[in-house]
């Protein structure tokens, strides 16, 4: 059974770092993306950033030059390092895997953890 379990959430000022990590077990086949989504009390939620197997990235808009995107394939583990912190960066933040399968893409989700950016 695939879980994804993150950490390195919490409580941080406005301005300050936090770093995220997330690890994958039960994988058995290749993972083709993973990344961070979240979502804040009252929106949808939305990709932060994302990183495939072959490298490319995607992030956000708003989180571009403030947050990295790393990628440990043999560990099937993703980190997001988050500096210069923002109060509307507060949300759940949800880890991502994606795998392709013939009948389409699989997504696979971690139980999320929770990030307040606040003084």
């Known amino acids: 059974q695939v879980q994804l379990v993150e950490s390195g959430g919490g409580l941080v000022q406005p301005g300050g770092s936090l770093r995220l990590s997330c690890a994958a077990s039960g994988i058995s086949f290749s993972i083709n993306r993973m990344g961070w989504f979240r979502q804040a009390p009252g929106k949808q939620r939305e990709l932060v950033a994302t990183?495939?197997?072959?490298?490319?990235?995607n992030y956000v808009d708003s989180v571009k030059g403030r947050f990295t995107i790393a990628r440990d394939n043999a560990k099937n583990t993703v980190y997001l390092q988050m500096n210069s912190l923002k109060p509307e960066d507060t949300a759940v933040y949800y880890c991502?895997?994606?795998?392709?399968?013939?009948?389409?893409?699989?997504?696979?989700w971690g139980q999320g953890t929770q990030v307040t950016v606040s003084s």
């Open positions: 991502n895997a994606r795998r392709t399968i013939s009948a389409g893409l699989v997504d696979y």
């Open positions: 990183m495939t197997s072959g490298g490319r990235i």
